[in-house]
């Protein structure tokens, strides 16, 4: 079966009518339609709308990115290799990647919609998080990490403003613009990229190649993020924050208490070198994540103030 599609456009952008236009192999045309409504968020290229399905009513997080925007042979590759990793992932902590679908203009992508944001905005309403709090998130990015580096998958960008909250509070990861499949276990990867505060020293070094070690790196920035309420290797410009990361150069501050469970996980887990760096079991099995018993969810109030600790 080939798809085409075609858009009719409206006058307002909101409430504009999105049609998928479907043919089959016997040259039958099906066309299911979506109304585009509120615009949740910019990424790099995308654009990201509600868009709500006419015939199912289910709401969807649809990315829409200009075809124009996909002129370059490599910009093109990227979003197919996003595409290809993202819709073999099922987990309950990954964002359910649902369709997608081209019209002249665009290529739209539905996903699951996380109607709770991401923990960059929760960040910023709360500077920063309980250990309690900081526990039930990472243990689900955990999660999701478990069953991604088992698919042979490393994100290469586990960050605040990739970790969406649904409007149940379950957090699911999302974005997998960096993400890369490995062929075989021991492949090493030489491309640079992450998010500059959450990069590892081995991607930076680039001689030794890199593995699904960044994931725990970048972990570990997360960690350190969500209990202080700032990365730890935050400077003004990026070259004092990458030599920050080689020298491994940064403290926990003195008006901020972190138990000493969990500066001893973000220790073990921000090591330089990426073979003595604790694997995602490893992790798990510290104290930090054995010594209480850790909520499944966190209450929808926490979004705007802390848990009552009774
Ligand atoms: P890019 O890959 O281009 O960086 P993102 O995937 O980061 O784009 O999306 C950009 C913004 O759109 C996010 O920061 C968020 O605000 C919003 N967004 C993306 N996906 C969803 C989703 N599944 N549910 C709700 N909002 C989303």
Redesign the pocket.
Known sequence: MSSRTRRISQDSQENQIIEERIVKVNGDVAIKSYTKGRF???????K?YEFLSLDTKQVF?A?VIPKASLSKARARQKLMSEIKIHRSLHHTNI?RFEHFFEDDENVYIL?????N??L?ELMRRRKRLTEIEAQCYLSQTISALKYLHEHRVIHRDIKL??L?LTDKMEL?L??F?LATKLEFDGERKRTICGTPNYIAPEVLDGKQGHSYEVDVWSLGVLAYTLLVGKPPFETSDVKTTYRRIKMNAYAFPDHVSVSDEAKSLISMMLTNDPAMRPTLDQVLEQSFFTKNVIPKLMQAGTLAIPPSSS
């Not at 949740?40 to 995308?46: C, M, T």
């Not at 996903?111 to 109607?115: D, G, K, N, V």
Request: contains cysteine; aromatic residues 8%.
């Open positions: 949740l968020g910019k990424g790099g290229f995308a990201v997080a990315k964002v996903l699951e919609l996380c109607a944001q991401t960059n403003g990739n969406f699911k999302g974005d613009g």
